[in-house]
């Protein structure tokens, strides 16, 4: 396998550029042979200095491309499905950023059209799958020493807020992380979401809901809660204690050096996603290179894409009122390629 994967980047924002760095230079098998985004400047300037590159403004020009034999979507939410459906009309292996499509009529749109297509296509960016403690926390579970899991606590901090978040988002694109992982973890589909406001800090923008309190009922009796607080100003904190029948196991506390000095002790917190799941990011693209240069789509799936979705979207209604909202869950088209 001599011939690099040429990578059609979509989106060029604080994610695309990221990922074009990586595909670049952190990973080895692929190179970037296109940069799509509306913005050609950000497009320009993500793709500086590396060979061969073309930049457009128009998504269809970058995936017909000479060259392209994969897509990254790192746009916004609402324009993936569009992307993933022009991916799949060309045959092309697509890794996408989460959340897959936010809405979940659009999500199962993906679902069936890549069920038509009869093989799997997309993997979908949740990328805790591939971070190392949250895959040591997978293997306890999965290994029975906790026994029966009952119980997850999560709590997601970011330090602020990016320019046009809404309160729906705090749930729909930064607890699909949670979703995801829950159900991962759990090994099991969430049935309902009860969505608890505290009062909202003053740091947050007017009109922001934020902090927020997501509970989760898993299909067979588990409860996952989640403190989801975007403008917490102190840090970026990631954390998840598994509660079993015998036993507990937290991740998520130790990142970031400790220093001591001048008679005291510190651990740096670190500031952002990129910098906490560095790792996890250059593993799931690593993966995801390796597994398309082999005709093979592994990771996260288009259903697993959907059912976040359709859990974030029963969580937004629960924000509304307060109430616990069922979650909708169309059957699982057959045969299961996800
Ligand atoms: N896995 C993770 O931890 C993270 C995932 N994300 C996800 O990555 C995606 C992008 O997020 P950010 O980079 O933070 O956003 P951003 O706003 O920084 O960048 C988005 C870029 O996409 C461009 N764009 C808009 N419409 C487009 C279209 N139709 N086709 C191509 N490009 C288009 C914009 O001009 C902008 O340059 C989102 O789905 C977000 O949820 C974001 C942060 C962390
Ligand atoms: O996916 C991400 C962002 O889109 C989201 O806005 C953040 O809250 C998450 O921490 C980050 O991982």
């Not at 995936?63 to 992307?83: I, K, M, N, T």
């Not at 997501?214 to 998840?240: H, I």
Request: glycine fraction near 10%; include cysteine; charged fraction near 25%.
């Amino acid at each position: 396998m001599s011939e690099l994967l040429g990578v059609a980047v979509l989106g060029a924002g604080h994610m695309g550029a990221d990922h074009i760095r990586r595909l670049d230079r952190g990973v080895s098998g692929a190179r970037v042979a296109a940069v799509a985004d509306p913005d050609t400047r950000r497009a320009e300037a993500a793709a500086a200095g590396i060979e061969g590159v073309r930049v457009h403004a128009d998504v269809e020009a970058a995936l017909d491309a000479p060259g392209v034999g994969a897509v990254l979507v790192a746009s916004p939410g609402p324009a993936h499905e569009e992307a993933l459906l022009a991916a799949f009309a060309r045959g092309l292996p697509v890794l996408c950023e989460k959340p897959m499509v936010p809405d979940p009529e659009g999500a199962l749109r993906v679902v069936e059209a890549e069920a038509r297509l009869g093989r799997r296509l997309a993997q979908i960016g949740f990328m805790r799958r591939y971070d190392a403690e949250y895959r040591r926390l997978k293997a306890l579970l999965d290994s029975g020493r906790l026994g029966r899991p009952l119980m997850l606590h999560c709590t997601h901090r970011n330090v602020s807020s990016p320019p046009g978040f809404t309160s729906a988002m705090l749930v729909d694109s930064s607890v699909s992380h949670e979703i995801d992982a829950a159900r991962w973890l759990l090994g099991q589909e969430l049935t309902a979401v009860t969505v608890l406001r505290p009062r909202s800090s003053a740091a947050a923008p007017q009109g922001l809901i934020d902090p927020q309190f997501v509970l989760f009922e898993s299909e067979q009796g588990a409860l996952a809660d989640v403190e989801v607080f975007v403008n917490c100003g102190f840090g970026y904190q990631v954390r998840c204690e598994a509660v079993g029948e015998s036993g507990s196991a937290r991740i998520g506390e130790d990142h970031g050096m400790q220093v001591t000095g001048g008679g005291d002790t510190c651990r740096e917190v670190p500031q952002d996603y990129l910098v906490r799941f560095a790792d996890a990011y250059d593993r799931q693209v690593q993966d995801w290179v390796d597994a398309t240069r082999r005709g093979a789509v592994t990771g996260p799936s288009a259903w697993d894409g959907y059912a976040a979705a359709a859990v974030a979207e029963a969580g937004v209604r629960s924000l509304e009122d307060g109430r616990r909202a069922t979650v909708d869950l169309a059957p699982r088209p057959g045969p299961h390629i996800a």
